[in-house]
């Protein structure tokens, strides 16, 4: 063997052996270093972590009836990578699931291991499917919110998304409450990912509380059914209605119209979903001469029958002239809100000091939350004395220049009804968890007027009721208070107030039941008429009248 020969051997010889070396230190390091990688690997190959889904809480009414609950349902979902016709597959997945085929075809040959094909579809759904067997095509069990009652409370229980998170309403307002807590399970899959068994390892899911509720399902329903009937008939734009105990501050219904329905998200228009009695402020008009009153008969300057000119019906005021709906001359106290006169207000004001009236819109908190449990509360509009104008004094006690929702006006009224007491205003009574419920309910109501002077605006509205622009909400039989109010509203584009636009508002409590219950509805732009005596009284009458035949039938 020549030099050269054996030169090039012992080159080979020691490359394999450096080769080799090499190998053996990588072998090491991989078996000894990354043996838990690799293990964490192959089990990721043999098992697959599925959650399980915790079960969102109820939402009950006070008699226990289920507003919203969450049911059983299926998922689709599918691995592309196993699928090898994806134009049939998502050929029979459109026709049975009502999918558009372009956009599953797009999904199916997307270079990824897990796509959604549908989420909550019906045990029905899933069976038919499932009979074509198709490749890379699983199921997963599922949760899908449900409202046996569709439309009724709408507005005010909202909605979830698809992984059922509150969005709207109670459903968003009582969220971490509600939903539940997911748990995991590990699936062992054979050879070709097929799930063959589950695992001991289990995390288990956990549900949610449920809410109870101090609404009224059957309440509820009369106040849906006749301010939707109103709002038709007047061919109004909207409006709302609620009925609270005045003592406590129990809502028993929160009505708004338009409406909607929560199993059908797909139809839902952003405008329905509004809790319009919650977030929408407006000019009350003359409903909101119930604080002159309180602050009239708190500061003690006028008996019922002391005398106030009116003007007969046409005052100057600082920028503008302050008109009545009718001609008056001489009125009582008492009759200038019987009759609803702006002037007389107006007055009543001047003599009380603008600077008195201001501090009772603070003592009964307007322009602040009320604290409801509800989202999007519009805390109203009550400026401060220092930006008032000229004007403000005179037009401010008659609800112009100032903003507020239905619930502040309610809130408003039961200061008279319960002897003085402002109220928190809420749905929610408790929560139920693992067996047992605890009580949710504001405990503290605030003291801002004297029982004496509540009770002495208590008499006056009841006769604004039974003598003056209230008559329509009368019941025979029975002590109802109240006002009314008809509200020209402002037009920003004309930048004055509009002559064709109104709001009908009329808030009253009935005195004599057990609790004192507080019932206000307000109608947004009505046509046929709109004055809130002839629109929205009537409305109150019809829902006061199924109230106090329901409450004292079932004896609270």
């Known amino acids: 063997m020549n030099k050269k020969y054996k030169k090039r051997t012992t080159n080979i010889y020691f490359a394999f052996i450096i080769l080799f070396l090499v190998i053996s230190a990588r072998i090491f390091y991989l078996q000894v270093f990354r043996s838990n990688f690799f293990q964490g690997l192959a089990q990721d190959q043999r098992y697959r972590l599925v959650k399980l889904q915790g079960r969102r809480g109820d939402i009950l009414d006070r008699r226990k009836r289920i507003l919203s609950k969450s049911i059983s349902c299926y998922s689709v979902f599918a691995d592309p990578f196993l699928i090898s016709n994806s134009e049939a597959t998502a050929d029979i997945l459109s026709t049975n699931l009502d999918l558009f085929k372009d956009s599953l075809l797009f999904k199916l040959n997307k270079k990824k291991r897990f796509v959604w094909v549908k989420r909550k579809i019906s045990w029905e759904e899933k069976e038919k499917v499932k009979a074509f067997k198709l490749d890379g095509v699983s199921f997963i069990r599922d949760e899908k919110r449900f409202y046996p009652q569709t439309n009724l409370l709408a507005s005010v229980l909202g909605i979830v998304n698809i992984d059922n998170q509150g969005l709207e309403g109670l459903e968003f307002f009582y969220n971490d409450y509600l939903r539940g807590k997911d748990g995991w399970v590990r699936v062992l899959r054979d050879s070709v990912s097929r799930e063959i068994i589950f695992s001991p390892q289990i995390i288990s899911p956990q549900e ?75 000019e009350p008009g003359s ?14 300057k006028f008996t019922d029958q002391d005398k106030i000119f009116c003007e007969n019906g046409k005052l100057k005021i600082p920028g503008t002239i302050l008109h009545d709906w009718k001609s008056y001359g001489e009125l009582s106290f008492r009759e200038v809100f019987m009759k609803s006169s702006n002037i007389g207000v107006a007055k009543i004001v001047q003599a009380l000091g603008p600077d008195v009236f201001s501090s009772y819109l603070k003592r009964l908190e307007l322009g602040r939350l009320t604290g409801v449990d509800l989202p999007a509360e519009a805390k109203g509009s009550a400026k401060e004395m220092d930006k008032w104008s000229k004007t403000s004094p005179y037009i401010i006690p008659i609800g112009q220049e100032i903003g507020v929702n239905l619930l502040q006006l309610a809130r408003t009224f039961a200061v008279v009804a319960n002897g003085g007491y402002l ?31 509540a009770n002495r605006a208590k008499d006056i509205l009841i006769s604004v009721v039974s003598e003056g622009t209230g008559k329509r909400a009368q019941v025979k039989g029975r002590k109802i208070g109240g006002k009314t109010g008809t ?19 009329f808030v009253g ?39 106090i035949s329901y409450t004292e039938g079932l004896g609270n």
């Open 487 to 505: 509200a020209q509203k402002y037009d920003p584009e004309i930048k004055k107030y509009s002559p064709s636009k109104y709001r009908a508002t």
């Open 287 to 300: 409903v909101f001469k119930i604080v002159t009153l309180l602050a009239a008969v708190n500061e003690d």
């Open 509 to 547: 409590f009935i005195a004599d039941s057990n609790p004192p219950l507080v019932i206000g509805v307000t109608v947004d732009e009505p046509r046929r008429s709109h004055f809130g005596g002839v629109v929205a009284a009537p409305v109150f009458k019809r829902i006061a009248q199924k109230v």
């Open 423 to 453: 109220v928190t205003p809420h749905v929610a009574t408790s929560i139920c968890s693992q067996g047992s419920c605890e009580s949710i309910s504001p405990k503290t109501r605030k003291k801002v007027i004297p029982t004496f002077a």
């Open 208 to 282: 949610g509380a449920n809410i109870v509720l101090s609404i009224d399902a059957q309440i509820q329903y009369w106040v849906e059914e006749y301010l939707e009937e109103t709002i038709t008939d007047f061919k109004a734009a909207s409006g709302s209605a609620l009925v609270m105990n005045a003592l406590n501050g129990e809502l028993l219904a929160l009505a708004n119209y338009p409406s909607f329905n929560p199993n059908e998200l797909g139809k839902i228009l952003p405008e329905q979903m509004r809790n319009r009695a919650v977030s929408d402020m407006f």
